[in-house]
């Protein structure tokens, strides 16, 4: 089935960088963009763009831009997203989640979703 | 930036009740609307997908419907594994969330 499982919880301190990994089986890895997506505790969704492995291209969040950077290894099935210039309010759960089309249609969901990787940022 | 917002933020039901969330987004996105529902501790699973299709494995109590600015998600008969937080995304442009909308017990 298709499944996505992500790297290990982070403990950064302010200042420093974090990367969460996301590997992907079950399906054609290149045909599919991934997104990232982030949930402060007790918060809402946040999206922070997305990645299309087949081309390396990425787009960014306006409120991320410059901070944050999506890569992908197609030999492996892995997909990562770097975030830079950590500060508190960066604590959160990091999702990996697959951008799916409807069929027929051009309207896109995400399904399915990692686990989610948990980043604390403290001093 | 399209904004989506949901109403209320949060509301009270019993097991049986019927339950809608409203969802509307700051210009017109047709059907470019999913919802997603999460319980405590998880990732978030897709439910309804462009506005009104129901995910394959997702239970026929939940719908969706709307179109442009204005989308509902209902829940007929709520179940106790129903208590979770809902939530809106759009993605007519790039990719936006509703604040979400937390479903408790009464």
């Known amino acids: 089935q298709v499944q996505l499982v992500q790297s290990g919880a982070e403990l950064k301190k302010p200042g420093a960088s974090v990367k969460v990994s996301c590997q992907a089986s079950?399906?054609?890895?290149?045909?599919?963009?991934m997104h990232w997506v982030r949930q402060a505790p007790g918060q809402g969704l946040e999206w922070l763009g997305w990645?299309?492995?087949?081309?390396?291209?990425?787009t960014y969040s306006q409120a991320f831009q410059g901070r944050v950077t999506f890569s992908s290894d197609t030999s492996a099935n892995i997909v990562s997203m770097e975030l830079r210039s950590l500060e508190s309010d960066d604590t959160a759960v990091y999702y990996c989640?697959?951008?799916?089309?409807?069929?027929?249609?051009?309207?896109?969901?995400?399904?399915?979703w990692g686990q989610g990787t948990l980043v604390t940022v403290s001093s | 930036d399209i904004q989506l917002t949901q109403s209320p933020s949060s509301l009270s039901a019993s097991v049986g009740d019927r339950v809608t969330i409203t969802c509307r987004a700051s210009q017109n996105i047709d059907t470019y609307l999913n919802w997603y529902q999460q319980r405590p501790g998880k990732a978030p699973s897709l439910l309804i997908y462009?506005?009104?299709n129901l995910q394959n494995g997702a239970p026929s109590r939940f719908s969706g419907g709307g179109s442009g600015t204005h989308f509902t998600l209902t829940i007929t008969d709520l179940q106790p594994e129903d208590f979770a937080s809902y939530y809106c995304q759009q993605s007519y442009i790039i990719r936006t969330f509703g604040q979400g909308t937390k479903v408790e017990v009464k």
């Open positions: 989640t697959r951008d799916a089309k409807v069929v027929g249609s051009p309207e896109n969901y995400f399904d399915p």
């Open positions: 462009a506005a009104s």
């Open positions: 079950g399906y054609t890895f290149r045909n599919f963009a």
């Open positions: 990645t299309n492995p087949a081309i390396g291209d990425a």
